[in-house]
């Protein structure tokens, strides 16, 4: 089960600096690995939210939200073929790798729409659930820009962080909806239904 642990043979040879340049050749393409499989994942990732956003605007009730998330779903739509540009910059075809955690927001937002007992707290899950989702891509295309840097990408960065912008504000967008108004109409629908159950 350790196959990618250094034997004590092998940590020898690297502590003691004798194969330097052969680590140096090794970590870099160990870099360049993760850095496609990350890209894959946000290939499935952003197509699988192609997929669920037209059911969280479905759901959503005020307008201003349902507009918001409308809008983000046609830039996710760019945003999937962007992806495919950062694979064409590297000389790749586009391929996909299950996103387990994109999956798990998506199930995440599933169960609170689900369960909401107004529309009111359903906006309020919607937008919880989308920012957890803006956050994970923020923090995905934060490290695959830095990766591409690193690696010398410099179109696949240039392209990376411009979907990053994108989701940054996605995110505020959805911060300022909630405070604007959704959470204080989602309080006052709860106190209302708390005063129509001490009425009976
Ligand atoms: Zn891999
Ligand atoms: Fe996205
Ligand atoms: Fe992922
Ligand atoms: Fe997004």
């Not at 197509?47 to 201003?64: D, R, W």
């Not at 199930?107 to 994970?136: R, W």
Request: glycine share 6%.
């Amino acid at each position: 089960m350790s196959t990618r642990t250094a034997s004590p043979t092998q940590k020898k040879t690297i502590s003691n600096g004798r194969s330097r340049e052969a680590l140096k050749k090794r970590a870099t393409h160990g870099l360049g690995e993760l850095f496609k499989d990350q890209l894959k994942d946000m290939y499935w990732a952003e197509k699988a939210l192609v997929k669920a956003l037209p059911k969280m605007m479905k759901n959503a009730s005020n307008e201003v939200l349902v507009d918001a998330i409308g809008g983000h779903l046609e830039v996710t739509k760019l945003q999937v073929t962007r992806l495919e540009d950062v694979f064409a910059s590297i000389g790749l075809k586009p391929q996909a790798k299950e996103c387990l955690a994109m999956q798990g927001l998506i199930k995440e937002a599933d169960e609170i729409m689900k369960e909401a007992e107004n529309e009111f707290v359903c906006d309020a899950g919607i937008i919880a659930a989308a920012q957890k989702v803006e956050h994970y891509e923020i923090a995905s295309y934060g490290t695959l820009r830095a990766f591409a840097v690193a690696l010398g990408f410099e179109d696949a960065a240039e392209l990376l962080g411009e979907t990053l912008e994108e989701e940054k504000e996605a995110d505020d967008a959805l911060t300022e909806i909630a405070e604007d108004q959704i959470n204080s109409d989602a309080v006052n629908a709860s106190d209302e239904e708390d005063d129509e159950e001490d009425e009976v």
